[in-house]
Nanobody, 130 residues
Framework: QLQLVESGGGLVQPGGSLRLSCTAS????????????ISWFRQAPGKEREGVSC????????EYGNSVRGRFTISRDNAKNTVYLQMNNLKPEDTAMYYC???????????????????WGQGTQVTVSS
């Protein structure tokens, strides 16, 4: 059973930075982990879950939501079964619970359809406030 665990959230002032991590455990290896794209989503209270960023299985392809493009960077280390989300120039509107999820497919696109994801983490809270 694959498990995804997010970490790295916290409270940060506007303009600050955080790096989130998503680590896979269970029946994983570098070979099996690299077969699937991984995405980050976020959900603020009262709002729908929003796709933030996606990275392809091998790490060569990435996608970003319009609201984070240019500020966030996604990367992955398949040897460590970990995907990272570097978040810079954070804004109060970035406040949300952040989730990582494994896509059923190798490649990303910019649609972030929830039904295309088969495993989800429990989330890590990011709060941007002065």
């Amino acid at each position: 059973q694959l498990q995804l665990v997010e970490s790295g959230g916290g409270l940060v002032q506007p303009g600050g930075s955080l790096r989130l991590s998503c680590t896979a455990s269970g029946f994983t290896s570098a070979a099996t982990t690299s077969t699937n794209a991984i995405s980050w989503f976020r959900q603020a209270p009262g709002k729908e879950r929003e796709g933030v960023s996606c990275i392809s299985g091998g790490g060569g392809g990435t996608e970003y939501g319009n609201s984070v493009r240019g500020r966030f960077t996604i990367s992955r280390d398949n040897a460590k079964n970990t995907v990272y989300l570097q978040m810079n120039n954070l804004k109060p509107e970035d406040t949300a619970m952040y989730y990582c999820a494994r896509k059923r497919y190798y490649y990303c696109d910019n649609h972030f359809r929830l039904f295309e994801y088969d495993s989800w983490g429990q989330g890590t809270q990011v709060t941007v406030s002065s």
